[in-house]
C-alpha cells in the first residue's frame, strides 16, 4: 500500500506540487492524468526519491520514503520506469536488465526473473547482446519496463509508457501493464494518453497544476463531462 | 635506430601519461568535473615512496603499494571533503574547489618537506636490453609493462564486473542508475579511489625516468595527462590510453628533431589542432538521445 499525504514538491521558489493526497492499494492499477506540466513527473520523482519534497509523507506500507535515500528506496520493492525510459544507451540489453537486479542477491530469483521478463518480451530476448542505444523506440520502452521488473517489485510506477510509440505499440504496452498487474504487481501509471489509461485504471486522480481536482473509478472518471472535455478530445 | 629509440622512449613516457590521463578521464566520466587536483595526488605519491625507500628503508615493491594506500585514501577524502558538498552547485564552482585543492596540496607539501628539491633513490637498475644496437632501458620497459597491465585489468574491471557495469550507468544517466539502487556517491568513491591509487604508481615510474622530488612536480606531468585524456576524447578509457601515448611520442620526437625547448609548446599545438578537427577528442562520442 502506497500512501502520499499533503504532499508538497519545489523547485526552488515554484511549488510544483501544491499538497496532494492519494492512495494505491496492493494490486491495484492506478492512474495519474493530467496535462503536460501538471505534476505527473514531478510526484512520480517525488516517490521514488529522486526528488526530496519540501513537505507531506509518502509510506510505502510502514515504510516514511521521503527519510530513505533514493538508492534504498528500490530494494524496498518500489521500482519506477522513467519517463523517456533512460535505458543506458551503451550497455547491452542483457547489461541493462542486470542492472535492475543491482540491489539484489538471490542468483535464483534473478535468473527467474529474466526468464519472466523474456517471456513477457521475447524481442529482448532476441537482442539480448544488442546495444540498448541501438533499439527501436518501442524496444526501449520493453527494456526500461524489464529493467524495472528485474528490481523485483511490488509496486511498479509507469510515467508516459506509452510517449512516442506507434498506436498498435502503445496496445501491446498496455496489454502488457495489465499482464504484469495480473501477475500481483500493483501499479501506479502516469499517461497523457487518459483514454486508454482510464480503460485498465480500477481508480484514477487527475491532477492539474499541481493540484488533484477529481478522483473515482477508470470507469466514472472517462464517463464524466469533465475528463471528456480536458482529456479525452470531447 | 634513432627513430626507433625515440619512440619506445616516447612509448615509455606516453605511458605514464597514460595512467595519469585514466584518472581524469575516469573522474571526468562519472562525476563530470575536472579533478585539477590530480596532479599533486601524483606529488603526494612521488614523496610518500621517496620517504619509505630512503627513511623507512622500504624495497620497491612494499613502496609502491605504500604510496598506493596514502593516495587511494587522499583521493577519496579530497572528494569527500572539497567536491562532495559541491553535488549541485555549478560546474565552475567545483573547477575553481579543484584548482584549490591543487594549491593547497602543492603549498602543504612545500610546508612540510620544505621547496628544496630530493633525489629520488634509484629502484630500478640502470641500463636495459641492447639488440641491434638498440638499447630499451629497464625503467622503459617496466613502465610499458605497467601501464600495459594497468589498462588491461582496468577495462576487464569496466566491462565485466558488477561494479563496472555500474559505474558505467552512472555515467550514463545518474537518475536512471539511482532507481536501479546504486548508490551514485558511492560510485564516484570508487573512481577517486582508483584514478588516485594509479597516481602513486604513475608517479613511481615518473621519478624512475626523472628523479627529482619536489612540491610541483606533479603540475607539469598533471597538464600533459589531461592533454592526453582530452587529446583522446575525454570520458573514454581507451582514448585516455591512446592520447597518452600519442603525447608522449610526439613529446619525444619533438623533442628530438625539432626542438627541446618548443617540444612542450608542440604537445598543446597539436591539441588544439585536433580539438579544431574534432572537438570530441580522437575517440570521444558525442550521444544523440532517441525519441
Not at chain 2, 123 to 150: D, K
Amino acid at each position: 500500500m502506497l500512501r502520499i499525504k499533503d504532499l508538497k514538491v519545489s523547485y526552488g521558489m515554484i511549488e510544483a506540487i501544491k499538497g496532494i493526497s492519494f492512495e494505491v492499494g496492493d494490486g491495484e492499477i492506478v492512474t495519474l492524468i493530467g496535462a503536460n506540466g501538471a505534476g505527473k513527473t514531478t510526484t512520480m520523482h517525488a516517490i521514488s526519491g529522486l526528488l526530496k519534497p519540501r513537505a507531506g509523507s509518502i509510506m510505502l506500507d510502514d515504510t516514511e520514503l521521503t527519510k530513505i535515500p533514493a538508492h534504498k528506496i528500490v530494494s524496498l520493492g518500489l521500482a519506477q520506469v522513467p519517463e523517456g525510459r533512460r535505458v543506458f544507451a551503451q550497455q547491452t540489453v542483457e547489461e541493462n536488465l542486470y542492472l535492475g537486479a543491482y540491489q539484489r542477491k538471490d542468483k535464483e530469483g534473478i535468473q527467474k526473473d529474466l526468464g519472466d521478463v523474456f517471456s513477457l518480451f521475447p524481442r529482448l530476448e532476441e537482442r539480448r547482446k544488442q546495444m540498448a542505444g541501438t533499439l527501436s523506440g518501442g524496444e526501449q520502452q520493453m527494456l526500461a519496463m524489464g529493467r524495472a521488473l528485474m528490481t523485483g517489485p511490488s509496486i511498479l510506477l509507469l510515467d508516459e509508457p506509452s510517449m512516442g510509440l506507434s498506436p498498435l505499440l502503445v496496445s501491446e504496452i498496455f496489454h502488457i501493464i495489465e499482464e504484469i498487474n495480473k501477475k500481483g504487481t500493483t501499479i501506479l501509471l502516469v499517461e497523457q494518453n487518459a483514454k486508454r489509461a482510464l480503460a485498465i485504471a480500477d481508480r484514477a486522480y487527475v491532477l492539474e497544476t499541481g493540484c488533484i481536482t477529481l478522483s473515482g473509478t477508470g470507469e466514472e472518471l472517462a464517463r464524466d463531462e469533465r475528463v471528456k472535455k480536458a482529456y479525452l478530445g470531447g | 635506430m634513432d627513430f626507433l629509440s625515440y619512440l619506445i622512449n616516447g612509448l615509455g613516457l606516453g605511458s605514464v601519461y597514460a595512467i595519469i590521463a585514466l584518472g581524469y578521464t575516469m573522474v571526468y566520466g562519472i562525476a563530470k568535473m575536472l579533478n585539477f587536483a590530480h596532479g599533486d595526488v601524483i606529488m603526494i605519491g612521488a614523496y610518500v615512496a621517496f620517504f619509505s625507500i630512503s627513511d623507512l628503508g622500504l624495497p620497491l615493491i612494499p613502496a609502491v603499494l605504500l604510496s598506493v594506500a596514502v593516495c587511494t585514501l587522499l583521493g577519496v577524502l579530497i572528494e569527500r571533503l572539497a567536491y562532495k558538498p559541491l553535488r549541485s552547485a555549478s560546474a565552475l564552482s567545483v573547477l575553481i574547489t579543484a584548482i584549490g585543492v591543487s594549491y593547497f596540496l602543492q603549498n602543504a607539501a612545500q610546508l612540510l618537506w620544505s621547496s628544496s628539491t630530493k633525489v629520488f633513490p634509484g629502484v630500478i637498475p640502470s641500463g636495459g636490453i641492447t639488440w641491434n644496437g638498440l638499447t630499451v632501458s629497464w625503467v622503459t620497459m617496466i613502465t610499458i609493462s605497467v601501464c600495459l597491465v594497468v589498462m588491461t585489468v582496468l577495462i576487464l574491471f569496466i566491462n565485466y564486473t558488477k561494479t563496472g557495469r555500474a559505474m558505467r550507468a552512472c555515467s550514463e544517466d545518474k537518475g536512471a542508475a539511482t532507481l536501479m539502487g546504486i548508490s551514485v556517491n558511492r560510485m564516484i568513491s570508487i573512481t577517486f579511489a582508483i584514478g588516485s591509487g594509479l597516481a602513486a604508481f604513475a608517479s613511481v615510474l615518473l621519478c624512475a625516468t626523472y628523479p627529482s622530488v619536489n612540491p610541483t612536480l606533479g603540475a607539469m606531468p598533471g597538464i600533459k595527462a589531461f592533454t592526453a585524456a582530452v587529446f583522446g576524447g575525454i570520458g573514454s578509457i581507451p582514448g585516455a590510453f591512446l592520447g597518452g601515448l600519442l603525447l608522449g611520442v610526439i613529446e619525444i620526437l619533438a623533442r628530438a628533431y625539432i626542438s627541446t625547448q618548443l617540444s612542450d609548446a608542440i604537445v598543446f599545438a597539436v591539441l588544439i589542432l585536433i580539438l579544431l578537427i574534432k572537438p570530441t577528442g580522437l575517440l570521444g562520442k558525442k550521444l544523440r538521445e532517441k525519441v
